[in-house]
């Protein structure tokens, strides 16, 4: 039988998430198509992460899977169409398992947020999610109890307001599609892994997310990659419906750590971006 399609969004880094998930998933039998987007890297300060896209296709090629990459810009709604008729054409079958990774993240807060910012996460974050879900659920003819939707959040809004806000979006929509395409037997869920370090954080603001969860460890793009595999297995078909935080157990007392979303990072650590 010919392996099952996965399409990960926002895998542009290969220490990012996006990246850690497509890993997996190849690891347990799923070919990819992964889409990125350079733009939003180079207007961000760690700037484009050069043959980050072909290193990781060589990667899931040497793991066993087909996987191709697609560049686009998921503020444009036309984008997700094109995404799903790419990956439909260049693999030659239907997506069974969507998975969310892509965002746009620029700090600012309730005084400081632009008009342009503001409607630039939302875009991205809940509308392209939004259209995503919905090319998906148009497409499926898999087998019912087959398909997966899951999707990456964050908690985190206080300094942080258009990116936290446009999550927030994300996840009502994602909880939406486990009852909307419950006709379907697909399943969809919200993970929210926490603060992972994908380079980004600073040595004090390391020590404090460390003293502040009970397993004395940051997270790790292969923690969340975990999670994400299980849900999109066999063995996960019994979870549906449900966010999901996956974090060692960080306290938060009054909201979160000092700023561990820096400009352009998110909750889960990773500068994912449009693509």
Same mark, same amino acid.
Request: proline share 6%; net charge neutral; hydrophobic share 40%.
């Given at each position: 039988m010919s392996r099952p399609l996965a399409l990960v969004t926002g895998v542009g880094r290969t220490v990012g998430i996006g990246a850690a998930v497509a890993?997996?998933?190849?690891?347990?039998?799923? *070919? $990819?198509?992964l889409t990125h987007w350079t733009p939003y890297d180079l207007r961000m300060e760690w700037g484009v992460e050069r043959g980050a896209t072909e290193a990781i296709v060589r990667d899931l090629t040497a793991r066993g899977a087909t996987a191709e990459a697609v560049e686009a810009d998921l503020a444009d709604p036309e984008a997700p169409? +094109?995404?799903?008729?790419?990956?439909? #054409?260049?693999?030659?079958?239907?997506?069974?398992?969507?998975? =969310?990774?892509?965002?746009? !993240?620029? *700090? !600012?807060?309730l005084l400081d947020t632009t008009v342009e910012s +503001?409607?630039?996460? +939302?875009?991205?974050?809940?509308?392209?999610s939004w259209l =995503?879900?919905?090319?998906?659920?148009?497409?499926?003819?898999?087998t019912p109890g087959t398909g997966r939707i899951v999707a990456l959040t964050s908690d985190h809004t206080v300094g942080n307001l258009p990116y936290g806000a446009s999550k927030g979006a994300l *996840? #009502?929509?994602? $909880?939406?599609a486990a009852h909307e395409l419950a006709h379907l037997g697909v399943t969809a869920n919200v993970?929210?892994?926490? /603060?992972? *370090?994908?380079?980004?954080?600073?040595?004090? =603001?390391?020590?404090?997310?460390?003293?502040?969860? /009970?397993l004395g460890r940051l997270g790790t793009p292969r923690d969340a990659a975990h999670l994400v595999d299980f849900l999109c297995s066999p063995e996960g078909q019994w979870v549906n419906g449900q966010l999901l935080t996956a974090n060692g157990? =960080?306290?938060? /007392?009054?909201?979160? /750590?000092r700023k561990y979303a820096g400009p352009g990072r998110t909750d889960t650590g990773e500068p994912a971006g449009s693509g």
């Open positions: 890993r997996r998933l190849a690891d347990s039998g799923w *070919d $990819l198509v169409a +094109f995404v799903l008729d790419t990956a439909e #054409r260049l693999l030659g079958r239907p997506v069974t398992a969507l998975v =969310l990774c892509h965002c746009e !993240s620029v *700090d !600012s807060g +503001f409607d630039r996460h +939302f875009a991205v974050n809940a509308r392209a =995503l879900i919905r090319e998906y659920g148009r497409r499926f003819t898999g *996840d #009502r929509i994602t $909880l939406a993970v929210n892994p926490g /603060p992972v *370090d994908t380079g980004w954080m600073s040595g004090e =603001l390391r020590e404090e997310i460390v003293r502040k969860t /009970p157990g =960080l306290v938060r /007392p009054g909201g979160a /750590p």
